[in-house]
């Protein structure tokens, strides 16, 4: 069997093509939705993220506040940048790049969010609404992998779900919107006895792990959906160049399951545009509209 490419690029493109639409709705309405990006330092992936956000966030016709601060920066001074942006009113997003500087205490920075404007959805509020189903705002990467998955299968009720990885921004929360999609979920981690042997169990299994290609083809159920959610950067012939790859071993899952994403081109472009469609939803909210991706984006 050769599986299905999952194609994350072009299906966040046509995300944020609805978003799009979305945001040309509201400025009809006299409402630009605004997304503010912070960066602490000069981490150089850090800062091709944020030059993407912030251009993808205009190319949707919304405003971009960008914020730099210095890699010395203070803890109280990213406090109180956080509090001014809680207090813009033009301000409906609000994400603070990270990792941060050792000297600055991340989850008391994400705390600081309101939690109507943490378009990460980082924040505990948010984290607890999504464990209790109760609507607010959901982590992008995760948000995109449920979208890959449900672009090759609708009805996931019953499967049985596999994430690998268990981080606040991508497993915990992956495996929250499966239990969502009444799906069996097992979660995953470093401790896990026979890895191999709980992957196969997998319908739809989710990598984020960290580890090049630590998933193998005869890790997957013939016929199963496979995310890739790992980015890592591998030495490439000719010698001193890279290339990414994700979690998995890409050609070999293709003989063994039904669909899967690539790395690059899969899960990536679709956390930006997870972002832009939180914006909306957070923009809309925030004024009593009502919520454009109430179901989703
Ligand atoms: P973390 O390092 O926070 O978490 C990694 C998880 O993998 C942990 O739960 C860890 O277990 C588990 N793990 C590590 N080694 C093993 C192993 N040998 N067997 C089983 N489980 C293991 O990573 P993130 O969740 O932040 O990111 C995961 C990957 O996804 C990374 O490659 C990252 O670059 C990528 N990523 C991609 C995004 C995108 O937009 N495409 C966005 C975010 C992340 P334990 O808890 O026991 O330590």
Redesign the pocket.
Known sequence: MSAALIDGKRQAESLRQRVSERVAELARQGVTPGLAVVLVGENPASQVYVRNKARQTVEAGMRSFDHTLPATASQAELLALVARLNADPDVDGILVQLPLPPQIDAQKVIEAIDPAKDVDGFHPVNAGRLATGAPGLVP??PL?CLMLIRSVRRDLAGLEAVV????????KPMAQLLIGESCTVT??????RD?PAVCRRADILV?????PE?IRGDWIKPGAIVID????RVPAAPEGKTRLV??VAYEEAREAASAVTP?PG???????ACLLANTVTAACRRRGLSDPFKDGP
């Open positions: 992008c990467t995109g690998v990885g268990r981080s606040n921004i991508v497993g979660i995953a981690h470093s401790k896990t890895l990598a984020a792990v960290g580890r630590m959610v790992g980015i890592n994700g979690d790395v899969g899960v990536g472009p679709m956390t930006i």
